[in-house]
């Protein structure tokens, strides 16, 4: 990551994304003094819909639409668009781990104040996350099977006809 001089940004360009997650956060805490609790056991499933959103929004082919207008995307990569605070939320939009901390605010948000809805959404988002690791899982014992089976083939030698006189 490239320092705030580098980029056509400014500290408070930061400060203000910074200044809406704490916002948020203080008013989701405030609200959930009154809500349901969210037991320890619905932190996995949540930690596994918090990893599929934030990939599926800053890698994902159909979410393109939600980066258009800061991220510029081109087949030799993503760079953040404009200036100050446009460039800061580009920066946002390219970075899972940084977006995984607002994915995280929006789950358990919606979790403690609609639970019924917030436990389908993360059922949803946790087993497509599930789904993506068993996918790249099976993806990478095939790379590697066939690996091995290219590499018996070249140690295997070829039999050569005899010619009989």
């Not at 159909?62 to 030799?76: K, L, N, S």
């Not at 403690?112 to 099976?138: E, I, K, Y």
């Amino acid at each position: 990551m490239e320092p705030v001089s580098e980029t056509p940004t400014e500290a408070v360009d930061y400060a203000l994304l910074s200044a809406a997650y704490g916002a948020a956060l203080l008013g989701l805490a405030r609200q959930a003094r009154a809500l349901e609790p969210i037991a320890a056991g619905e932190l996995v499933p949540l930690s596994a819909a918090t990893f599929a959103l934030s990939k599926l929004i800053v890698h994902e082919k159909v979410e393109t639409w939600v980066r258009r207008p800061f991220v510029d995307e081109r087949p030799d990569g993503r760079r953040p668009k404009g200036r100050r605070l446009r460039y800061a939320v580009g920066e946002l939009m390219s970075c899972t781990r940084c977006l995984g901390a607002w994915s995280a605010l929006g789950l358990v948000g919606l979790r403690a104040l609609n639970p019924p809805m917030g436990r389908t959404v993360t059922a949803v988002l946790a087993v497509s996350g599930a789904s993506d690791f068993l996918h790249s899982g099976f993806s990478l014992l095939c790379r590697r099977a066939n690996a091995e089976e290219r590499l018996a083939e070249a140690a295997t030698p070829i039999a050569v006809p005899r010619r009989v006189a």
